[in-house]
């Protein structure tokens, strides 16, 4: 069973976040005419902050739909993650991509929404929910040689914490995300989880505290 309304969702979501980037390139450049800032500060302005995440990714994949006697532990993963992090006071918006695959199965995301990040004692803390589209592939097919895939929208709900170890870095400890995706005519439920590394790139900002 397709998700009837997901297929237009990642289109609007996709044109959501380029509207917010353009936003928020637009509202941080300044034209140099009218520009009163010191020069020293305008040289060491480096645009927007950018966050790239990249680590090592376990997805529990629903596959007792697809004929499984179980589900699927798929523990051969990576998820990378590019985000704009604040836009406006710790709301941003992010794009993921993931990859699980065993001797049985490989599963893609490729996800985009909203996320909001905030900081507690010194931990930065987030939650996002992501719209997009999954692929699965089923790899062992009896006798045939065939390998059938399949196209389907998907929806991401989770967080995770990540603490920082300077300036530029942070470790992601855990992102755990619920994931709905439509494959060979079913929904399958999934639970993926993620740990790894976070680089921050252009002007870096504080997200709200409590």
Same mark, same amino acid.
């Given at each position: 069973?397709?998700f ?10 996709a ?16 034209n140099p ?7 020293s500060?305008q040289n060491?302005?480096?645009?927007p902050e ?10 529990r ?11 699927l532990?798929?523990t051969q993963?990576?998820n990378?993650?590019?985000? +704009?992090? *604040?836009l406006?006071q710790?709301l &941003?918006v @992010?794009? $993921? =991509?993931?990859?699980?695959? /065993?001797d ?5 995301n ?6 909001y990040?905030?900081?507690?004692k010194?931990i ?10 999954s692929?699965s592939?089923l790899?062992?097919?009896g ?9 389907g929208?998907?929806?991401a ?10 300036k ?12 709905i995706?439509?494959?060979f005519?079913?929904? +399958?439920? *999934?639970?993926?989880?993620?740990? &790894?590394? @976070?680089? $921050? =790139?252009?002007?870096?900002? /504080?997200?709200p505290?409590?």
């Open positions: 069973m397709h009837p309304r997901l297929s237009a969702l990642p289109v609007k979501t044109l959501l976040a380029i509207a917010l980037f353009g936003f928020c390139v637009s509202s941080s450049a300044q005419a009218q520009n009163s800032t010191p020069a500060v060491s302005y480096r645009g950018v966050n790239i995440f990249a680590g090592y990714s376990f997805l994949y629903d596959s007792v739909p697809l004929g499984f006697s179980d589900k532990n798929l993963g990576g990378v993650e590019v985000s +704009l992090p *604040n406006y710790g &941003g @992010v794009a $993921d =991509f993931s990859g699980h695959w /065993s049985q199965l490989k599963s893609f490729f996800l985009i929404g909203p996320q990040r905030f900081e507690v010194g930065d803390l987030f939650g996002h929910v992501l719209m997009g589209k692929r592939r790899l062992q097919v006798n045939s040689l065939l390998q059938p895939s399949s196209l929208g998907a929806v709900l989770g967080g995770g914490a990540d603490i920082p170890i300077g530029r870095f942070s470790i992601r400890v855990i992102q755990a995300d619920y994931l995706n439509s494959a005519g079913d929904r +399958l439920h *999934n639970v993926r989880y993620s740990s &790894g590394l @976070v680089i $921050d =790139f252009g002007k870096k900002s /504080s997200p505290s409590f």
